[in-house]
């Protein structure tokens, strides 16, 4: 094992454990704060709901979480990449499923391990359960249980049963197949198909584009034993020989001669160049092998440049990933109480997520992937898996051939309106945060880590380079810094680049540099040899400006004010702007931008106007829609108040100014996010909803209430995130944890590109 891989080891171990062990816990979705939520939601209470359940079974989804829970099932025999594990090593695999339904769609995952590889007792098992979930997730059992299982809980159950594995996979190769073939002027019709692999996902591929129009005599499976042909005796099963055809050929290699098409499900290196010579004209290679794929893309390209070509791997174009469909599939299918997935359901997500891929690419996103294009053709047939639209595309397609296949138990009226609710249902900042780290991992910036000799900088570090994020360059004397990666035992840490300030080879030009920007403010050159020598944030802002580093993060051992001072000697403001700092807070899928965090004390109108202009902008920047409202006390000047004077001037500012977001007040914090409170007492308020960017008052309120939010509201807190340098640098909270550090590394280098 590599030192990299066992450092990742180190760090998703720590990862599963820190805090509260797992990724998953419950959370009430009522008050119970009284005796009387006690008795409502208790007894005796319970027993109203408990009575109309059982005189209409189907008001359980009115009356309980069933409408939006799914159970993640597994026995562990085919965990992915690591095979039969058992159920209760599976475990960590399931919660992970159960996070992205939460996380993508917004459904409520229960994850199920099952210690059983008994096929009847699983089945009996999982049926017995029917009545607590809307939907089953199957996952990680092999082949070929998974087809007898899934058919016969499909059969037995009137709620969705879904086996991602064969199903999630098939559905996003026919979207990538559909553009592949829209682009190379195919039609599925006449196409021929070569599958290399025979396990449960590659079988559920070849069954999709059947139904979906490719004949069955132009498909070849291959196995180990060769091409599945009619009278084959070796390695055969039932699922197998409903893909036999009459076929003189005896080898994969034989198989891909004239063969338009490659489906790759089996192993790395399966696929050679001489093959893919014999393919026919503009090839589609999806060679979705995992972790290293059937055929390397490079190779391909290098005997045939027309080709079109997939892998399951993110550095790679066309990413086939079934986080693209399994969440918005059952999304759609919840919100319709279908009692099934059909083919109809498969085939409209599959037409879903490939129409997708040719429309317009969100700006948040196209920004956030910078350089690497995401525009329709041959290097982008599937679309990205944090698009934030995947969840309006695809879970109304779904929910729409439910009810047209008239399998839909709860049809959607106004399927407009549904999609206008799905847009609003997730939050895209999650979405948004994961396209910055794909953008910087893909253009690797130099970051230095001013604290270089304190040991979290030194985790951080390692966990930013670890992660492909960037370079990070650490700050301080180089055998402290040593002698603490040998104690701490983080292996790959001593090979990350140390700079003293003390004795470094450019200090003469940071010392000149400083010297001509500060003589004018006071400062003598002795005083700037100083400083560049003694303080290691002046030196790692020095390198930022003179390019010898893109930029930099602190902020972990001193008061934000003290890292501010000395950054901003050296660092200035852009043209036409100011520093502004501001928090992201995430709580129950909900994202507020609170501002001004750290650098304004008592802002004037017009500096509020240009917080909240800063802000907005980069709300907007993160995905978010800005609606921004200017707080105070006082709610649109009742009752008259002196001190909330400036704030009803930044409105009258940002009238003149005419910006491109909705904004109003003064008002209180409690209108600004209750937007029935807002339009019962204010029916004049110019916001279309909750407002999501909050510009605070003063330094004093703005800096209080984020940090209340940090330590009361569920959730997690992003910042504060430095706005308005014309080099970028973030600034951490003392006493930053290390995932703390490596977001704001993160955050530094995205600016880096900008």
């Known amino acids: 094992m590599s030192k990299k891989n066992k450092t990742l080891d180190k760090e998703a171990l720590s990862f599963h454990s820190n805090g509260r062990p797992g990724k998953l816990e419950i959370s009430a979705t009522k008050p119970l704060t009284s005796q009387h939520d006690l008795s409502l939601a208790y007894s005796p209470g319970v027993a109203a709901p408990c009575l109309a359940i059982e005189a209409d079974p189907d008001t359980a989804y009115d009356y309980t979480a069933k409408s939006n829970l799914v159970a993640v099932i597994s026995n562990g025999t085919a965990v992915l990449g690591l095979g039969d594990i058992g159920a209760a090593a599976a475990k960590p695999v399931m919660e992970g499923k159960a996070v992205l339904f939460k996380k993508f769609a917004d459904i409520d995952g229960i994850d199920l391990e099952l210690d059983t590889s008994d096929t ?112 084959r005796d070796e390695s055969m099963n039932q699922w ?116 997708l891929a040719r429309e317009d690419v969100p700006e948040s996103v196209a920004e956030a992937y910078g350089e690497q294009a995401l525009q329709y053709g041959e290097d982008y047939i599937i679309p990205a898996p944090f698009d934030p639209r995947l969840i309006v595309a695809v879970s109304a397609a779904v929910a729409k051939a439910a009810m047209d296949s008239g399998i839909a138990k709860k049809p959607i009226k106004d399927l407009e309106g549904y999609r206008k609710d799905l847009s609003a249902r997730l939050d895209p900042t999650a979405s948004t945060l994961q396209t910055i780290y794909d953008r910087i991992a893909a253009n690797r910036k130099r970051v230095v880590f001013a604290e270089g000799d304190e040991e979290r900088v030194i985790r951080a570090a390692l966990a930013f380079r670890n992660a492909g994020y960037g370079e990070p360059i650490l700050v301080g004397r180089e055998h402290r810094i040593i002698e603490k990666i040998e104690r701490l035992g983080l292996e790959g840490a001593e090979t990350i680049p140390i700079t003293n300030a003390k004795i470094s080879d450019h200090n003469e030009i940071y010392i000149d540099f400083l010297y001509e920007k500060l003589q004018r403010q006071g400062a003598l050159r002795r005083d700037c040899q100083r400083m560049v020598n003694l303080d290691r944030n002046i030196f790692a802002a020095c390198m930022v400006v003179q390019g010898h580093a893109d930029s930099m993060v602190t902020g972990l051992t001193r008061s934000f004010r003290t890292s501010f001072e000395h950054v901003t000697r050296v660092i200035g403001p852009r043209v036409d702007s100011d520093f502004v700092a501001t928090s992201m807070i995430i709580s129950r899928g909900r994202t507020l931008f609170v501002g001004d965090v750290s650098v304004n004390e008592r802002p004037t109108g017009e500096q509020l106007a240009d917080i909240a202009e800063a802000i907005a902008a980069k709300a907007r920047q993160m995905g978010h829609t800005p609606r921004v409202a200017i707080l105070s006390f006082t709610n649109f000047g009742n009752p008259e108040s002196l001190i909330s004077a400036e704030a009803r001037r930044a409105i009258k500012i940002l009238d003149e100014r005419n910006p491109e977001f909705e904004y109003d007040g003064e008002m209180t914090a409690d209108v600004a996010l209750d937007f029935q409170l807002m339009r019962q007492r204010y029916p004049f308020c110019r916001l279309s909803g909750p407002a999501n960017i909050l510009i605070m008052p003063g330094l004093h309120s703005a800096n209080i209430s984020f940090k209340l939010m940090q330590k009361l509201a569920e959730g997690s807190v992003i910042g504060p995130m430095m706005l308005g340098g014309e080099k970028p640098f973030q600034i951490v909270q003392m006493g930053a944890s290390v995932n703390a550090i490596v977001q704001a590394a993160s955050l530094a280098a995205y600016e880096a590109l900008r």
Request: hydrophobic share 45%; net charge negative; charged share 20%.
């Open 120 to 231: 009847e007792a699983f089945i009996k098992a999982v049926s017995l359960m029917g009545p607590s979930f809307g939907g089953i997730n199957l996952e990680d059992i092999k082949a070929p249980e998974c087809f007898i299982i899934e058919q016969q809980l499909r059969e037995k159950m009137e709620i969705p049963v879904f086996h991602d594995d064969q199903h999630g996979t098939a559905i996003i190769v026919a979207a990538g197949l559909i553009n592949a073939l829209h682009l190379t002027g195919r039609e599925l019709t006449s196409i021929k198909v070569v599958s290399n692999g025979a396990g449960a996902a590659a079988i559920a591929c070849v069954e999709l584009l059947k139904t979906m129009g490719v004949p069955h005599e132009n498909v070849i499976i291959c196995d180990r034993a060769g091409p599945v042909y009619q009278g």
């Open 240 to 355: 197998k020989s409903a893909h036999a055809v009459r076929t003189e050929v005896r080898s994969l290699s034989e198989a891909l001669e004239g063969a338009d098409v490659f489906l790759g499900l089996s192993a790395a290196g399966a696929l050679t160049t001489e093959m893919v010579k014999k393919m026919a004209d503009r090839p589609v290679i999806f060679a979705m092998a995992n972790p290293v794929p059937e055929i390397m893309p490079d190779e391909v390209k290098s005997v045939r440049p027309d080709a079109i070509i997939a892998t399951g791997r993110s550095d790679f174009p066309n990413q086939v990933n079934n986080v693209l469909g399994f969440p918005y599939i059952f999304r759609g299918a919840l919100d319709v109480r279908a009692s099934k997935i059909n083919e109809e359901m498969k085939i409209a997500a599959a037409n879903a997520i490939a129409l």
